[in-house]
Protein backbone atom coordinates (compact mmCIF):
# COMPACT_ATOMS: atom_id res chain seq x y z
CA UNK A 1 0.00 0.00 0.00
CA UNK A 2 1.63 3.32 -1.04
CA UNK A 3 2.00 5.76 1.44
CA UNK A 4 -0.07 9.02 1.42
CA UNK A 5 3.20 11.07 0.61
CA UNK A 6 4.24 9.13 -2.81
CA UNK A 7 0.90 9.61 -4.07
CA UNK A 8 0.78 12.51 -6.95
CA UNK A 9 -0.89 15.78 -5.39
CA UNK A 10 -3.62 15.01 -8.41
CA UNK A 11 -3.93 11.71 -6.54
CA UNK A 12 -4.44 12.90 -3.71
CA UNK A 13 -7.52 14.54 -4.65
CA UNK A 14 -8.87 12.33 -6.42
CA UNK A 15 -8.46 10.37 -3.80
CA UNK A 16 -10.28 13.01 -1.21
CA UNK A 17 -13.46 13.24 -3.66
CA UNK A 18 -14.26 9.55 -3.71
CA UNK A 19 -16.64 8.29 -5.59
CA UNK A 20 -19.27 10.49 -5.19
CA UNK A 21 -17.79 13.77 -6.70
CA UNK A 22 -16.85 14.60 -9.52
CA UNK A 23 -14.43 17.17 -11.41
CA UNK A 24 -17.75 18.86 -12.33
CA UNK A 25 -19.40 18.81 -8.73
CA UNK A 26 -15.87 19.88 -7.31
CA UNK A 27 -15.87 22.66 -9.78
CA UNK A 28 -19.63 23.64 -8.42
CA UNK A 29 -17.98 23.49 -4.70
CA UNK A 30 -15.44 25.54 -4.98
CA UNK A 31 -16.49 28.17 -7.51
CA UNK A 32 -13.30 27.47 -9.95
CA UNK A 33 -13.87 26.50 -13.42
CA UNK A 34 -13.67 22.70 -14.73
CA UNK A 35 -10.62 23.60 -16.69
CA UNK A 36 -8.87 24.48 -13.48
CA UNK A 37 -10.20 21.47 -11.51
CA UNK A 38 -8.66 19.53 -14.37
CA UNK A 39 -5.09 20.62 -14.11
CA UNK A 40 -5.06 20.33 -10.96
CA UNK A 41 -6.13 16.48 -11.09
CA UNK A 42 -3.40 16.52 -13.46
CA UNK A 43 -0.60 17.45 -11.04
CA UNK A 44 -0.24 21.32 -12.60
CA UNK A 45 1.38 23.69 -10.59
CA UNK A 46 -1.90 24.99 -7.77
CA UNK A 47 -2.16 28.16 -7.18
CA UNK A 48 -2.82 29.69 -3.34
CA UNK A 49 -6.29 30.25 -4.06
CA UNK A 50 -7.15 26.81 -5.75
CA UNK A 51 -5.50 25.12 -2.82
CA UNK A 52 -7.17 27.28 -0.21
CA UNK A 53 -10.63 26.48 -2.03
CA UNK A 54 -10.01 22.51 -2.66
CA UNK A 55 -9.39 21.98 0.79
CA UNK A 56 -12.85 23.81 2.51
CA UNK A 57 -14.56 22.18 -0.70
CA UNK A 58 -13.48 19.13 0.79
CA UNK A 59 -13.52 19.21 4.22
CA UNK A 60 -9.55 19.04 5.07
CA UNK A 61 -6.03 20.96 5.35
CA UNK A 62 -3.99 22.02 2.96
CA UNK A 63 -1.04 20.24 4.25
CA UNK A 64 -3.07 17.20 3.25
CA UNK A 65 -3.88 17.97 -0.34
CA UNK A 66 0.43 18.26 -0.61
CA UNK A 67 0.57 15.48 0.79
CA UNK A 68 2.49 17.04 4.27
CA UNK A 69 -0.10 15.16 6.47
CA UNK A 70 -2.37 12.13 5.70
CA UNK A 71 -5.70 12.14 6.47
CA UNK A 72 -7.15 10.56 9.44
CA UNK A 73 -8.19 7.17 8.92
CA UNK A 74 -11.62 5.81 6.73
CA UNK A 75 -12.43 9.53 6.77
CA UNK A 76 -14.89 10.45 3.98
CA UNK A 77 -15.68 14.19 3.02
CA UNK A 78 -19.22 13.80 5.55
CA UNK A 79 -16.75 12.90 8.43
CA UNK A 80 -14.48 15.34 7.92
CA UNK A 81 -17.18 18.31 7.64
CA UNK A 82 -18.72 16.85 11.14
CA UNK A 83 -14.81 17.09 12.70
CA UNK A 84 -14.38 20.62 11.62
CA UNK A 85 -17.88 21.49 12.35
CA UNK A 86 -16.89 19.83 16.02
CA UNK A 87 -14.03 21.22 16.51
CA UNK A 88 -15.36 24.66 15.56
CA UNK A 89 -17.82 24.42 18.59
CA UNK A 90 -16.20 22.75 21.70
CA UNK A 91 -13.03 25.67 20.86
CA UNK A 92 -15.45 28.51 20.27
CA UNK A 93 -17.90 27.74 23.39
CA UNK A 94 -14.56 27.13 25.47
CA UNK A 95 -13.80 30.79 24.28
CA UNK A 96 -16.91 31.99 25.62
CA UNK A 97 -18.12 32.20 21.41
CA UNK A 98 -21.31 30.92 20.76
CA UNK A 99 -22.83 32.65 18.25
CA UNK A 100 -25.94 31.31 16.30
CA UNK A 101 -28.07 30.09 19.11
CA UNK A 102 -31.45 31.87 19.36
CA UNK A 103 -32.51 31.29 22.89
CA UNK A 104 -30.70 29.43 25.43
CA UNK A 105 -32.52 25.52 25.52
CA UNK A 106 -34.37 24.30 28.61
CA UNK A 107 -32.48 22.07 30.58
CA UNK A 108 -35.18 19.24 29.60
CA UNK A 109 -34.05 20.16 26.20
CA UNK A 110 -30.74 19.42 26.76
CA UNK A 111 -31.25 15.98 28.87
CA UNK A 112 -33.22 15.03 25.27
CA UNK A 113 -30.12 15.60 23.20
CA UNK A 114 -28.01 14.37 25.88
CA UNK A 115 -29.78 11.20 25.58
CA UNK A 116 -30.22 11.28 21.37
CA UNK A 117 -26.60 11.56 21.23
CA UNK A 118 -25.80 8.66 23.43
CA UNK A 119 -28.01 6.65 21.40
CA UNK A 120 -26.85 7.74 18.15
CA UNK A 121 -23.50 6.89 19.45
CA UNK A 122 -23.99 3.71 20.75
CA UNK A 123 -25.61 2.31 17.68
CA UNK A 124 -22.03 2.79 15.89
CA UNK A 125 -23.45 6.21 13.92
CA UNK A 126 -20.27 8.22 14.84
CA UNK A 127 -20.83 10.76 12.10
CA UNK A 128 -24.12 11.47 12.75
CA UNK A 129 -23.63 11.45 16.75
CA UNK A 130 -20.70 14.26 16.02
CA UNK A 131 -22.92 16.07 13.67
CA UNK A 132 -25.49 16.44 16.65
CA UNK A 133 -23.19 17.17 19.23
CA UNK A 134 -21.57 20.27 17.37
CA UNK A 135 -24.97 21.73 18.15
CA UNK A 136 -25.33 20.70 21.57
CA UNK A 137 -22.48 21.67 22.80
CA UNK A 138 -23.21 25.30 21.96
CA UNK A 139 -26.88 25.27 23.27
CA UNK A 140 -25.23 23.87 26.57
CA UNK A 141 -22.70 26.54 26.99
CA UNK A 142 -25.38 29.34 25.99
CA UNK A 143 -27.51 27.42 28.49
CA UNK A 144 -24.78 28.03 31.39
CA UNK A 145 -24.10 31.38 29.97
CA UNK A 146 -27.76 32.63 30.60
CA UNK A 147 -27.84 31.26 33.92
CA UNK A 148 -27.15 33.19 37.63
CA UNK A 149 -24.11 31.65 39.21
CA UNK A 150 -25.49 29.66 41.89
CA UNK A 151 -27.98 28.08 39.29
CA UNK A 152 -26.03 26.93 36.70
CA UNK A 153 -25.34 23.07 37.79
CA UNK A 154 -27.70 20.99 35.96
CA UNK A 155 -26.69 23.14 32.76
CA UNK A 156 -22.97 22.58 33.32
CA UNK A 157 -23.44 19.02 33.85
CA UNK A 158 -24.73 18.93 30.12
CA UNK A 159 -22.19 21.21 29.04
CA UNK A 160 -20.18 18.53 30.42
CA UNK A 161 -21.94 15.43 28.91
CA UNK A 162 -22.04 17.23 25.06
CA UNK A 163 -18.00 17.75 25.25
CA UNK A 164 -17.72 14.29 26.55
CA UNK A 165 -19.62 13.30 23.28
CA UNK A 166 -17.57 15.31 21.35
CA UNK A 167 -14.12 13.57 22.51
CA UNK A 168 -15.58 10.08 22.34
CA UNK A 169 -16.38 10.89 18.55
CA UNK A 170 -13.36 12.56 17.58
CA UNK A 171 -11.19 9.85 19.73
CA UNK A 172 -12.99 6.99 17.70
CA UNK A 173 -12.25 9.11 14.17
CA UNK A 174 -8.96 9.74 14.83
CA UNK A 175 -9.03 13.36 15.76
CA UNK A 176 -6.32 13.05 18.59
CA UNK A 177 -5.87 16.33 19.41
CA UNK A 178 -9.87 17.54 19.26
CA UNK A 179 -10.53 14.26 21.37
CA UNK A 180 -7.82 15.74 24.12
CA UNK A 181 -9.41 19.12 24.11
CA UNK A 182 -12.98 18.33 24.63
CA UNK A 183 -11.96 15.56 27.39
CA UNK A 184 -10.15 18.33 28.93
CA UNK A 185 -13.32 21.13 28.64
CA UNK A 186 -15.17 18.16 30.15
CA UNK A 187 -13.63 18.12 33.06
CA UNK A 188 -12.99 21.95 33.83
CA UNK A 189 -17.18 22.24 33.23
CA UNK A 190 -17.60 19.14 35.51
CA UNK A 191 -15.10 20.63 38.09
CA UNK A 192 -17.65 24.04 37.78
CA UNK A 193 -20.53 21.81 38.26
CA UNK A 194 -19.21 19.99 41.27
CA UNK A 195 -20.28 16.75 39.83
CA UNK A 196 -18.04 14.20 41.59
CA UNK A 197 -19.93 11.53 39.14
CA UNK A 198 -19.10 13.37 36.06
CA UNK A 199 -15.65 13.77 37.18
CA UNK A 200 -15.36 10.42 37.94
CA UNK A 201 -16.85 9.78 33.96
CA UNK A 202 -14.84 12.19 32.17
CA UNK A 203 -11.67 10.77 33.99
CA UNK A 204 -12.06 7.27 32.22
CA UNK A 205 -13.11 9.43 29.26
CA UNK A 206 -9.38 10.51 29.60
CA UNK A 207 -8.18 7.42 29.93
CA UNK A 208 -9.08 5.73 27.06
CA UNK A 209 -7.98 8.86 25.06
CA UNK A 210 -4.49 8.05 26.59
CA UNK A 211 -5.15 4.12 25.12
CA UNK A 212 -5.68 4.98 22.15
CA UNK A 213 -2.48 7.59 22.28
CA UNK A 214 -0.23 5.04 23.41
CA UNK A 215 -0.06 6.15 26.51
CA UNK A 216 -0.72 3.07 28.55
CA UNK A 217 0.88 3.60 32.23
CA UNK A 218 -0.99 6.65 32.15
CA UNK A 219 -4.10 5.25 30.95
CA UNK A 220 -4.31 2.58 33.70
CA UNK A 221 -3.60 5.06 36.78
CA UNK A 222 -6.00 7.22 35.52
CA UNK A 223 -8.59 4.36 34.77
CA UNK A 224 -7.75 2.64 38.36
CA UNK A 225 -8.55 6.29 39.96
CA UNK A 226 -11.51 6.47 37.92
CA UNK A 227 -13.16 3.53 39.42
CA UNK A 228 -11.74 3.67 43.15
CA UNK A 229 -13.77 7.25 43.13
CA UNK A 230 -16.93 5.89 42.68
CA UNK A 231 -16.76 2.26 44.34
CA UNK A 232 -20.04 1.67 46.08
CA UNK A 233 -20.79 -0.12 48.89
CA UNK A 234 -22.21 -3.87 46.83
CA UNK A 235 -25.29 -3.78 49.62
CA UNK A 236 -26.51 -0.69 49.32
CA UNK A 237 -25.69 0.57 45.77
CA UNK A 238 -28.32 1.35 43.66
CA UNK A 239 -28.30 0.26 39.69
CA UNK A 240 -27.20 3.30 38.46
CA UNK A 241 -23.93 3.27 40.71
CA UNK A 242 -23.08 -0.17 39.76
CA UNK A 243 -23.67 0.35 36.35
CA UNK A 244 -21.14 3.45 36.22
CA UNK A 245 -18.42 1.14 38.47
CA UNK A 246 -18.97 -1.62 36.40
CA UNK A 247 -18.20 -0.02 33.43
CA UNK A 248 -15.15 1.63 34.72
CA UNK A 249 -14.04 -1.49 36.52
CA UNK A 250 -14.26 -3.22 33.36
CA UNK A 251 -12.37 -0.40 31.41
CA UNK A 252 -9.76 -0.71 34.35
CA UNK A 253 -8.93 -4.32 32.90
CA UNK A 254 -9.30 -3.77 29.47
CA UNK A 255 -6.10 -1.36 30.13
CA UNK A 256 -4.54 -3.54 32.01
CA UNK A 257 -4.76 -6.70 29.30
CA UNK A 258 -2.71 -4.39 26.97
CA UNK A 259 0.21 -3.99 29.09
CA UNK A 260 -0.57 -7.85 29.50
CA UNK A 261 -0.77 -7.23 33.54
CA UNK A 262 -3.11 -10.64 34.24
CA UNK A 263 -3.03 -10.62 37.99
CA UNK A 264 -4.70 -6.59 37.87
CA UNK A 265 -6.97 -8.30 34.65
CA UNK A 266 -7.76 -10.74 36.77
CA UNK A 267 -8.77 -8.84 39.65
CA UNK A 268 -10.33 -5.91 37.91
CA UNK A 269 -13.03 -9.02 35.58
CA UNK A 270 -13.99 -10.57 39.15
CA UNK A 271 -14.97 -7.34 40.80
CA UNK A 272 -16.94 -6.58 36.68
CA UNK A 273 -18.73 -9.94 37.08
CA UNK A 274 -19.54 -9.27 41.20
CA UNK A 275 -21.06 -6.01 39.93
CA UNK A 276 -22.93 -7.41 36.88
CA UNK A 277 -24.21 -10.46 39.10
CA UNK A 278 -25.56 -7.98 41.59
CA UNK A 279 -27.41 -6.17 38.99
CA UNK A 280 -29.06 -8.71 37.58
CA UNK A 281 -29.62 -7.68 33.96
CA UNK A 282 -28.08 -4.49 31.44
CA UNK A 283 -28.71 -1.11 32.74
CA UNK A 284 -28.39 2.13 31.06
CA UNK A 285 -26.95 5.40 33.01
CA UNK A 286 -24.73 8.28 32.01
CA UNK A 287 -23.87 7.19 28.35
CA UNK A 288 -22.85 3.70 29.17
CA UNK A 289 -24.27 0.22 29.92
CA UNK A 290 -23.44 -2.60 31.95
CA UNK A 291 -24.58 -5.88 33.32
CA UNK A 292 -23.79 -9.48 33.39
CA UNK A 293 -23.71 -9.60 29.65
CA UNK A 294 -21.66 -6.70 28.73
CA UNK A 295 -19.04 -7.98 31.83
CA UNK A 296 -19.03 -11.12 30.09
CA UNK A 297 -18.81 -9.82 26.19
CA UNK A 298 -16.06 -7.38 27.13
CA UNK A 299 -13.94 -10.56 29.27
CA UNK A 300 -14.08 -12.23 25.42
CA UNK A 301 -12.12 -9.43 24.48
CA UNK A 302 -9.72 -8.72 27.42
CA UNK A 303 -8.37 -12.13 27.29
CA UNK A 304 -7.58 -11.87 23.27
CA UNK A 305 -5.69 -9.11 23.91
CA UNK A 306 -3.96 -11.10 26.71
CA UNK A 307 -3.27 -14.03 24.16
CA UNK A 308 -5.92 -16.60 25.66
CA UNK A 309 -7.80 -17.73 22.69
CA UNK A 310 -9.06 -20.57 24.10
CA UNK A 311 -10.34 -19.21 27.16
CA UNK A 312 -12.17 -16.23 25.53
CA UNK A 313 -13.81 -18.69 23.12
CA UNK A 314 -14.95 -20.72 26.25
CA UNK A 315 -16.48 -17.42 27.45
CA UNK A 316 -18.10 -16.63 24.51
CA UNK A 317 -19.67 -19.87 24.52
CA UNK A 318 -21.37 -19.18 27.89
CA UNK A 319 -22.62 -16.33 26.54
CA UNK A 320 -26.55 -16.54 25.67
CA UNK A 321 -28.67 -13.32 24.29
CA UNK A 322 -27.10 -10.51 23.11
CA UNK A 323 -30.20 -8.19 22.79
CA UNK A 324 -29.87 -6.29 25.61
CA UNK A 325 -26.53 -4.85 24.21
CA UNK A 326 -25.92 -1.72 22.17
CA UNK A 327 -25.40 -2.64 18.56
CA UNK A 328 -22.36 -1.24 18.76
CA UNK A 329 -21.54 -3.35 22.31
CA UNK A 330 -22.68 -6.34 20.06
CA UNK A 331 -20.66 -5.34 16.99
CA UNK A 332 -17.27 -5.24 19.48
CA UNK A 333 -17.95 -8.55 20.89
CA UNK A 334 -18.06 -10.26 17.39
CA UNK A 335 -15.04 -8.54 16.66
CA UNK A 336 -13.69 -9.80 19.45
CA UNK A 337 -14.99 -13.41 19.11
CA UNK A 338 -13.64 -13.53 14.88
CA UNK A 339 -10.36 -11.80 16.55
CA UNK A 340 -10.21 -15.37 19.19
CA UNK A 341 -11.54 -17.83 16.44
CA UNK A 342 -8.69 -16.37 13.90
CA UNK A 343 -5.81 -16.66 16.88
CA UNK A 344 -7.32 -20.60 17.34
CA UNK A 345 -6.87 -20.90 13.44
CA UNK A 346 -10.47 -21.13 13.10
CA UNK A 347 -10.22 -19.60 10.04
CA UNK A 348 -13.77 -20.20 8.08
CA UNK A 349 -15.07 -19.41 11.77
CA UNK A 350 -13.30 -16.30 12.25
CA UNK A 351 -14.20 -14.66 8.42
CA UNK A 352 -18.08 -16.07 9.11
CA UNK A 353 -18.45 -14.27 12.24
CA UNK A 354 -16.81 -11.10 10.93
CA UNK A 355 -18.59 -11.12 7.97
CA UNK A 356 -21.48 -10.68 9.61
CA UNK A 357 -20.87 -7.94 12.10
CA UNK A 358 -19.59 -5.96 8.83
CA UNK A 359 -22.61 -6.76 6.66
CA UNK A 360 -25.15 -6.08 9.69
CA UNK A 361 -23.22 -2.87 10.88
CA UNK A 362 -21.06 -1.05 7.91
CA UNK A 363 -21.05 2.44 9.09
CA UNK A 364 -19.81 1.32 12.07
CA UNK A 365 -17.08 -1.55 10.52
CA UNK A 366 -15.87 1.33 8.49
CA UNK A 367 -14.15 3.48 11.69
CA UNK A 368 -12.61 -0.38 13.00
CA UNK A 369 -9.36 -1.17 12.53
CA UNK A 370 -9.91 -4.40 14.39
CA UNK A 371 -11.46 -6.52 10.64
CA UNK A 372 -8.03 -5.58 9.03
CA UNK A 373 -5.83 -7.01 11.72
CA UNK A 374 -8.27 -9.70 11.48
CA UNK A 375 -8.24 -10.69 7.18
CA UNK A 376 -3.81 -10.03 7.76
CA UNK A 377 -4.04 -13.30 10.59
CA UNK A 378 -6.38 -15.49 8.59
CA UNK A 379 -3.55 -15.19 5.67
CA UNK A 380 -4.02 -15.18 2.05
CA UNK A 381 -6.10 -18.11 1.71
CA UNK A 382 -7.80 -17.55 -1.86
CA UNK A 383 -11.61 -18.33 -0.81
CA UNK A 384 -15.11 -16.62 -1.55
CA UNK A 385 -15.17 -15.87 1.53
CA UNK A 386 -11.95 -14.12 2.43
CA UNK A 387 -12.49 -12.02 -0.80
CA UNK A 388 -15.92 -10.84 0.24
CA UNK A 389 -14.89 -9.84 3.71
CA UNK A 390 -11.62 -8.42 2.06
CA UNK A 391 -13.96 -6.18 -0.30
CA UNK A 392 -16.41 -5.40 2.68
CA UNK A 393 -13.34 -3.33 4.66
CA UNK A 394 -12.02 -1.97 1.19
CA UNK A 395 -9.25 -4.03 0.61
CA UNK A 396 -8.29 -6.50 -2.66
CA UNK A 397 -7.60 -9.51 -2.30
CA UNK A 398 -4.89 -11.20 -4.47
CA UNK A 399 -2.00 -12.91 -5.66
CA UNK A 400 0.35 -10.42 -3.79
CA UNK A 401 -1.36 -9.79 -1.09
CA UNK A 402 -3.48 -7.23 0.40
CA UNK A 403 -3.90 -3.81 -1.70
CA UNK A 404 -6.04 -0.87 -1.18
CA UNK A 405 -9.00 -1.19 -3.52
CA UNK A 406 -10.95 1.99 -3.32
CA UNK A 407 -9.92 5.84 -2.80
CA UNK A 408 -11.31 5.24 0.97
CA UNK A 409 -8.61 2.73 2.02
CA UNK A 410 -6.20 5.91 1.48
CA UNK A 411 -8.39 7.13 4.09
Given amino acids: MAQWSEYTTGERIKLLRGRDIRQTDLAEMTGLSVATIQAAGQDKTLSLQT ?3 LADALQTDTSVIL ?22 AVHDTAAGVFAGVEAPPMLAELKEATARCWGLYWKGRYTEAGAMAAPFVTAAAAAVHDRAVGDQAAALGALSDAYRIAGYVANLLGNRDLAYAAIGHAQATAERAS ?24 ALTLAEKAAVTIEPRFSTATAEELTVYGSHINFAAVVASRMGNKDRVGDYLSQSHAAGARMGGEHRAHGTLFGPVTATTQAVGINVALGQAGKALRLAESIGDLSQLTPAARNRYAMDKAMAQADAKLWDASLETLEGALRAAP ?49
Fill in 195 to 218: DDLRLALVMSGRSWVYLRDARLTE
Fill in 67 to 88: GQQEPRRQMDRGDRAVMRALSL
Fill in 51 to 53: LLA
Fill in 363 to 411: EWGRHQALPGVIVQKVGRASTARLRRVSELIGVRHGADGFAPATARTAL
